[in-house]
């Protein structure tokens, strides 16, 4: 892996070690000291075009629980403002000697576009683009859902991850709601079908995008009764993205009210799931809209473990990206003699 | 279960297409020269005595943690722990595991390398502090093994005592670090590959063996061998690669 962009094409054989990863740097973050040494020297340069809040702190704060020095970059205040391109903007950072850089676009296929372009030679981290691909967070998410459904960590008696290795077959995760405007849901479509599980979404028919046949799952519009006779294991609930719904939340559906009364998750149908079912939101909640305040509190929701999570799969990504022989991302074996000093001089000559 | 066992591959290398603990060494080419220098009976002992030593020294088994470094020091620790808790009936018989992937200072010339677990015994409560702490390792080489070892363990906390138990000293050490407890003193060449082959990892018999240097493309068979010189002197390094 040099690059994380999308989670559609990620073999089952890299999304388990990116989960087993993950959780063995979960388990260093309940030390005291949380800090590794693993990254120290290098460079990861937060590149966001788009506003957010737990990405970006979540990404931040992984790079530097594993030493890493983290610069951020965020559109408002920078020279995009002046009217900057991603390619000059891409440039700069080159010359500065990033190592990974993690970009959350507004424009579906930015990441890829920085990853291939040839503009940089740093690990690109997608972290959001457009409508299209979240992975981390669909990572978080699988692993999440492994750590609550497939294994406990102390299941043992010896507090180590019983779920490690494992993959996520046979469970059954219904995803609900905005799913057109979703990046959340098309990453975890391709990841849990490729951990192995079976993936519903669930949406009014405004909200289910073009095409959504072709993709590993299936749609249903209703969703009281994909609850009731699908007994999903996992409920993950969607933020109704009001910024991308031209014209206001109208355009859509026809009143919030509506919405919430359909595809709203409540305390009621929290009752109707199967009581190891875990309820799931990628943050940040319209509260009263997609989900009501009592689901959100509920013991059974794991919104909050997913944010924590998230940090453990974040390290795991930068550090499987990061470590390793250059030369083997380089395919140039001249390179492997050279120690890390050296290694940034070289990086800008290429 | 014990963690160990479910990932043996915490020292091989992802993304090579090396399988290590599968084959035999007798069925692997390049290796008619090996040949086997302890046997089952003799890495029993070996324990044994290494067990004695360590109750010895230290006076008994208190505050005494084993923990044993991925892949086959955390079966040997576990050997280690049963003996010496037929030795002292006081010692709990628990060991913990001790992944040092994260500190390796060669991190970025090797391919990625899986993270392993790091699991303290749980009458522990998750603290080392003022703890007698054993680690234990199938090969001392390099030492580097062990030099990330201590940072792991200072991340930690701050034990009493750090002493050092290898199954195998083999020499060429690159770092000031010497073990308190070894099973047999190895003098070997640096192109010489010493493998530790345990039942509980990689099936068969137990067993110590030491190959000759690699003289042909056979050298990838052994690529990311817990036992194989992944620590060894830049230019070693790159011998070995351009061999890959």
């Known amino acids: 892996m040099k690059h994380l962009l999308t989670t559609q094409g990620l073999s089952k054989d890299d999304a388990i070690l990116l989960l087993d990863t993950s959780a063995q740097m979960a388990a260093t973050q309940s030390r005291e000291n949380k800090k590794l040494p693993t990254l120290r020297g290098r460079t990861v340069v937060n590149l966001f075009y788009e506003d957010s809040t737990r990405t970006r702190i979540s990404f931040e704060t992984a790079a530097k629980r594993l030493s890493a020095d983290v610069i951020n970059f965020s559109a408002k205040g920078s020279s995009v403002s002046k009217g900057e391109s991603l390619k000059d903007t891409a440039l700069t950072l080159h010359a500065m000697g990033a190592d990974a850089v993690v970009v959350r676009h507004w424009a579906s296929g930015a990441a890829h576009q920085l990853a291939h372009a040839g503009w940089l030679d740093a690990a690109v981290l997608n972290a959001g683009d457009g409508m299209h691909q979240h992975p981390t967070q669909a990572l978080l998410d699988a692993f999440t859902i492994r750590r609550h459904l497939v294994g406990r960590v102390g299941d043992d ?67 009281d009764e994909t609850l009731e006779q699908w007994q999903p294991d996992a409920v993950m609930m969607l933020r109704v993205q009001r910024e991308r719904m031209s014209g206001g ?71 499987l990206l990061l470590s390793g022989d250059i030369a083997s991302t380089n395919s140039s074996t001249s390179s492997t003699s050279t120690s890390t000093s050296s290694s940034t001089d070289e990086r800008t000559a290429l | 279960m014990h963690p160990g066992s479910r990932m043996p591959e915490s020292s091989t290398t992802p993304g090579s297409t090396s399988e290590t603990p599968s084959d035999t060494p007798s069925t692997a080419p390049g290796t008619a020269a090996a040949r086997t220098v302890l046997g089952e009976a003799d890495i029993a002992r070996a324990l044994t005595r290494i067990a004695h030593e360590i109750v010895e020294r230290n006076k008994g088994a208190a505050d005494l943690v084993l923990l044993g470094i991925p892949t086959r020091g955390v079966q040997l620790a576990e050997r280690l722990a049963e003996r010496l808790a037929q030795i002292e009936p006081a010692f709990s018989g628990e060991f913990g595991t001790l992944d040092v992937t994260m500190y390796r200072d060669d991190l970025r010339r090797q391919p990625t390398r899986a993270v392993g677990q790091t699991v303290l015994p749980g009458s522990l409560d998750g603290t080392i502090d003022d703890k007698v702490v054993v680690l234990v390792d199938d090969v001392l080489f390099s030492g580097r093994t062990i030099r990330a070892a201590l940072d792991a363990l200072n991340d930690l906390g701050r034990p009493r005592v750090v002493q050092l138990a290898a199954l195998v000293d083999r020499g060429h050490r690159e770092l000031p670090i010497r073990a308190d407890y070894v099973g047999k003193n190895l003098p070997t060449s640096r192109s010489e590959r010493v493998r530790v082959r345990l039942a509980d990892v990689d099936g068969g018999a137990d067993a110590v063996v030491i190959s000759g240097a690699p003289t042909d493309s056979a050298a990838t068979d052994f690529a990311g061998e817990n036992a194989a010189p992944e620590n060894a002197a830049p230019e070693n390094d790159a011998d070995e690669r351009s061999a890959r």
């Open chain 1, 249 to 319: 939340s109208g355009a859509f559906f026809p009143s919030p009210m509506e919405y919430s009364r359909k595809f709203g998750f409540d305390a009621r149908r929290l009752a109707v799931l199967p009581d190891h079912a875990i309820v799931m939101h990628p943050g940040p909640m319209n509260r009263g809209l997609e989900i009501s305040a009592a689901a959100a509190d509920h013991p059974r929701s794991v919104i909050v473990e997913q944010v924590a999570n998230g940090v453990a799969v974040r390290m795991a990504a930068l550090y």
């Open chain 1, 157 to 223: 008696g010896r507090g180590a991850d019983a779920s490690v290795g494992a993959d996520l077959a046979g469970l059954r995760i219904a995803i609900v709601g905005d799913v057109l405007h979703s990046r959340v849901a098309r990453s975890n479509v391709y990841l849990l079908h490729t951990l192995g599980a079976e993936v519903t979404l669930v949406a009014p028919p405004t909200l289910v995008p073009v095409g959504v046949e072709t993709w590993p799952c299936r749609v249903s519009y209703h969703l």
